[in-house]
């Protein structure tokens, strides 16, 4: 198995809602990764996790909460979502941190009313 | 001054002829050099790494670094309407522990 999955792929939310996000790599990846894209831009960088550990937290607002239940499975908890975070929400593996290749799943559109 | 830098594009170039993608980098420390393929609506594809100076090819790709320069490229040969994507520069920052990314190259491959 050679592909990272998400769920859901899309997802409509109001600014009151909870919901999570769900990434999974079954490659044995000890590195894991989420990414926020934004239309004709680059993915920005929010969390990284290292031997499911946080290893990486780019300041990214409380709204948004990561969680790494163990080595093939990553979450994102999201509330009290504002507006200006719908954007594509990319979940990636690497072999381990460090400069190796990351791999992207499909990624969750999100959608906040 | 971004920490990684991609020629602007739009590229634009005729089904067979060959596409020439350039990144800058900024940190000289960085040691591991990738370019991904990214599909309108699509999520980002690995399609090259490279770690040494030199050419790396794999099939009609050719990945070129040199990091006396500071300076990672992409060749694509004989370009197919197919190649028409996004292309990402990424490139590891030891310091950091984190890839960035360029803000990529849009390339249209006209038939």
């Known amino acids: 198995d050679t592909e990272v999955t998400q769920t859901p792929k899309h997802l409509v939310m109001g600014m009151t809602n909870k919901k999570s996000l769900k990434c999974e790599q079954h490659m044995g990846h000890r590195a894991m990764y989420w990414y926020k894209q934004k239309a004709k831009k680059p993915p920005e960088l929010m969390f990284v996790?290292?031997?499911?550990?946080?290893?990486i937290n780019e300041s990214v607002p409380s709204r948004f909460s990561p969680e790494c239940p163990n080595s093939s499975l990553l979450n994102l908890h999201l509330h009290a979502l504002q507006p200006e975070d719908s954007a594509l929400y990319l979940c990636?593996?690497?072999?381990?941190?460090?400069?190796?290749?990351?791999?992207f799943g499909p990624g969750t559109r999100l959608t906040v009313l | 001054q971004k920490e990684v830098e991609q020629n602007s594009g739009p590229l634009s170039v005729p089904e067979g002829a060959i596409a020439s993608l350039n990144c800058t980098y900024s940190?000289?420390?960085?040691?591991?050099f990738f370019w991904y393929r990214q599909y309108s609506g699509k999520s980002p594809e690995l399609i090259m790494s490279i770690y040494s100076n030199g050419d790396k090819e794999d099939g009609r790709f050719t990945a070129q670094l040199n990091k006396a320069s500071q300076y990672v490229s992409l060749l694509i040969r004989d370009s197919q309407p197919s190649d028409s994507a996004t292309y990402l520069c990424a490139v590891y920052n030891t310091n950091a522990g984190k890839s960035t990314f360029g803000d990529g190259t849009t390339l249209t491959v006209k038939p």
């Open positions: 940190d000289r420390g960085s040691q591991s």
């Open positions: 990636a593996s690497s072999q381990s941190p460090g400069g190796n290749e990351q791999f």
């Open positions: 996790y290292s031997y499911e550990k946080l290893s």
